[in-house]
């Protein structure tokens, strides 16, 4: 069964970019029902149990149909969420001059694949604002080594396009309390509490 995992920092951690209501009711509430969702889907299939989420969601057709959508959008959200806080840290934290060596290697993966840091930051914002609904804007991976932008509705998962190195989410839920409609401050907050450490590391893994 599947359990709400621990968040690497506290809720207040990433104000006043991201406000704590907005991160425990987000993490605690929201997270917490996809995964109560995806157990409840999964009771009567204890051989599906077992099985890595990664997998399930990358074969839906595998799933039985009965918890297939049921799979795909509370196991997406499980999935989605717990990427999602790994990729985030406190402001100054795993960020510009802290970054050393590793702030080097993401500047110049980020101009190889987009000219410059803030290319890739403003063709970012620009999917992030221009997705329609609720969904989420990642930057991605592909088998060819190519970073890519793109953007998933729903829940739905990016990994069938490659891995997931930095993902937003853009669901109200995610900055309505602080934000209102104004997805563009929310965007530009994210950009503040980017671990790009992480991003680095996700970058520089052998596959
Ligand atoms: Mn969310």
């Known amino acids: 069964m599947y359990t709400l995992p621990n968040l690497p920092y506290t809720y207040d951690a990433l104000e006043p970019h991201i406000d704590a209501e907005?991160?425990?009711?987000?993490?605690?509430?929201?997270?917490?029902?996809?995964?109560?969702?995806l157990n409840a889907?999964?009771?009567k299939y204890p051989e599906l149990q077992t099985q890595k989420l990664e997998k399930l969601l990358q074969d839906l057709n595998a799933v039985p149909?009965?918890?297939?959508?049921?799979?795909?959008?509370?196991?997406?959200?499980?999935?989605?969420?717990s990427f999602f806080w790994q990729i985030l840290t406190p402001p100054n934290q795993n960020q510009g001059s802290t970054l050393g060596d590793k702030g080097r290697t993401?500047?110049?993966?980020?101009?190889?694949?987009?000219?410059?840091?803030?290319n890739f930051q403003n063709q970012f914002q620009e999917a992030?604002?221009?997705?329609?609904?609720?969904?989420?804007?990642?930057?991605?991976?592909?088998q060819d080594g190519a970073l890519v932008i793109m953007s998933t509705a729903n829940q739905d998962t990016p990994f069938?396009?490659?891995?997931?190195?930095?993902?937003?989410d853009v669901w109200e839920h995610a900055y309505y309390l602080k934000y209102q409609n104004r997805r563009a401050d929310y965007i530009d907050a994210f950009f503040k509490v980017i671990n790009w450490q992480m991003l680095t590391v996700l970058l520089t893994k052998k596959d």
């Not at 425990?24 to 929201?30: D, T, Y």
């Not at 149909?65 to 969420?81: C, D, K, L, P």
Request: positive net charge.
């Open 22 to 37: 907005t991160m425990r009711i987000h993490h605690l509430k929201h997270h917490q029902a996809y995964i109560d969702k």
């Open 128 to 142: 992030a604002l221009d997705h329609f609904g609720s969904g989420w804007v990642w930057l991605i991976k592909r």
């Open 160 to 168: 069938d396009r490659g891995q997931p190195i930095l993902g937003l």
């Open 65 to 81: 149909e009965t918890i297939r959508t049921a799979v795909r959008n509370h196991g997406g959200g499980h999935w989605n969420h």
């Open 41 to 43: 889907a999964l009771e």
């Open 106 to 118: 993401l500047k110049s993966i980020m101009e190889k694949n987009f000219g410059s840091v803030e």
